[in-house]
């Protein structure tokens, strides 16, 4: 049954048909709530263009990705998801015309990081919520189809949204009104995902039996799995160096991704934030491009080379990336190194998943991927933090590309010569029995 026919069974499914729809519209407005934080943050007017600023107010939109995500299963379990996804998006609506409140009336101040904080820890349990209660709509082989498609869409829907949003930004003369009209759209979006929601049974996506254990004795728990996730992977030793060279990898991705903003921002447009805004449109874009690229070439390339070796081969080409942005920061090779790094950033990772789908057991599955989400994202707050000590202010620095560039070789050359091929015996641990084929990944 090819994807297209596996879909189609899918939405045959009337539970599944309007989980998809709440996917979909939210993830939607996410992309516009996104583009409108972006513009207040890193190309309003109001904003500071600095290295610091810049880094600061991209380390306040991660942070809940690595603190809030670990422990969203804790209440998860305790709360039913329709009514997690039905208020939460209600909740957004509050914070979003809240934020375009405050623009429109005061500028950019403490309050819009508040609450741009609180809007995407919101997000991070309503995705947490979707993926925990698809299995109660989908059963069978086609949760395997579910998984692989529904997560992708909703990024596509995400990137559709940002779309929207910038066409909604450049529509409007620069000001307040301007910087506060992709938020006013996200929240209508967001409402009327939350009215979707209510479509789903109270009780449909479950729990069945919420828990009833004590929430701080729940979320110790969650921390002690971390850490046995943790020691696991290292004992494992395959999956835990394939995180080590995720979580570097992603650490230095993070640096060049600030340098971007900074670049498109105060380099390549200066005093024009609009311009700005969409030459960092179009770097993103082509970021993208290269992702795709690698889930074509990723599955097909990495079964002659192993999942390991297509890791290094994949640094190599990110150090490569950088190595052309050393020349100048004329905009083709912006581009083009974005494109480079967007194709090494995502073979990357389809590799990691695999090795760490393959070789941790079924056991500690769950453990590991936990602390995989923390580790993956908490890497790039540490590049924030470097970043702001590093680049200039135009973002572009020969000195830095270069560290990058040998940090990237460094990594390679080590994963290359000293990593692991085959997962080390760890004992009441038992391999999958069916490894995953390269190419799959875990949402």
Known sequence: MGVISELRALLRLSGFR????????????????????????????????????????FAVMLAPFTIVGPFAGVFLDRWQRRQVLAWGNAVRVVITLGMAALMLTGGVSAWIYALGLAALSVNRFLLAGLSAGLPRVVDGPLLLTANALTPTLGAGAAFVGGGVGVVLGLAFDPGRVKDSSALVCAAVVFGVASLLALRLGRTQLGPERPAESAIRSE??????????????LVARRTPGQALLAMATHRFLYGVVFIASILMSRNLLNPGDQDAGFVTFGLVVGLTGVGGAGAAVLTPVLSRYTGPQAWIAIMLLLAAASQLLLVTTPERAVVYTAAALLGLAAQGTKIAVDTIVQRDTGDAFRGRAFAFYDVLYNAAFVGAAALAAFTLPDTGWSRPVFVALAVAYVATAAVLWLRGARTPAEVEGDAVPDAAPTPGTTVA
Do not use: H, K, N
């Not at 519209?25 to 109001?46: I, K, N």
């Not at 263009?49 to 600061?56: D, E, N, S």
């Not at 979320?219 to 696991?232: E, H, K, P, Q, S």
């Open 18 to 57: 309007r989980l998809f729809a709440v996917r979909l519209v939210s993830q939607a407005g996410d992309g516009m709530f996104q583009v409108g934080l972006a513009s207040l943050l890193f190309f309003s007017p109001e904003s500071q263009g600095t290295a610091a600023a810049i880094a600061g107010a």
């Open 219 to 232: 979320i110790a728990r969650v921390a002690r799995g971390l850490v046995d996730g943790a020691r696991y």
